[in-house]
């Protein structure tokens, strides 16, 4: 298994944080794996909260959003943060309100990205760059809210997918991970291709 950055975005007002976090912090993982929080400001009582956790887990970071120009969004932030943050090249994004269930969520998350069509892969490779999952969707929105976003990502996916020779349909979850996880992606991948990134916003915009 690889070594995993998770990323969450919250806000001060997402103080649900607090009951989901220390069970994201104490996965049972057979790699390393680092939670990056990205908060909306550099003060408030989400940093009040995170610092008590910060103290006893190394593997704990947290960066805020800072000002920045109007034309761009607050989701084009949070994820470039998250990424610049992020220590290993596997980034996995959760909303701050997921639940991990146990201690052993990380383990089978990655075993089951480890296998696409019964065929063991790497976790992401240039065959699959990136995954979605619902998580940030479910128990949200209904059935077609959800399926008119999936359907505007396959759009944006298909002149991409296209060029780099990618299938579309290995590239989304299937029913065991998809709502264990919001996306996951490669940090190089999301640095280096400005087209992958508008992607990944389209997917994490939610209505």
């Known amino acids: 298994m690889k070594n995993i950055t998770i990323i969450i975005i919250t806000d001060d007002d997402n103080l649900v944080l607090r009951d989901n976090l220390p069970g994201m912090l104490r996965q049972d993982y057979n790699s390393q794996y680092e939670i990056v929080v990205v908060r909306n400001t550099r003060r408030g009582e989400m940093t009040d909260l995170l610092e008590p956790f910060m103290q006893q887990h190394k593997n704990l970071h947290s960066t805020f959003l800072p000002d920045k120009p109007q ?5 084009e932030v949070e994820i470039l943060l998250g990424a610049k943050a992020a220590q290993y090249d ?5 909303p ?3 639940n991990t269930g146990d201690d052993k969520w990380l383990e089978r998350l990655a075993e089951d990205m480890d296998i696409t069509n019964g065929e063991q892969h790497c976790l992401l490779n240039d065959a699959r760059p990136i995954l979605f999952g619902d998580a940030h969707l479910h128990g949200r929105f209904g059935f077609f809210k ?5 359907k505007t990502v396959k759009k944006a996916l298909k002149k991409w997918c296209k060029e780099k020779d990618i299938s579309r349909k290995e590239l989304f979850a299937g029913k065991n991970t998809r709502h264990n996880l919001a996306i996951a992606f ?3 991948d999301y640095m280096n291709d400005m ?5 990944i916003q389209t997917h994490l915009i939610t209505f």
């Open 195 to 199: 087209t992958l990134r508008h992607i």
């Open 90 to 94: 596997n980034i996995i994004v959760v």
């Open 96 to 98: 701050p309100d997921f």
């Open 71 to 75: 034309y761009i969004t607050d989701e």
């Open 186 to 188: 490669r940090k190089q």
């Open 146 to 150: 959800r399926r008119r976003q999936f």
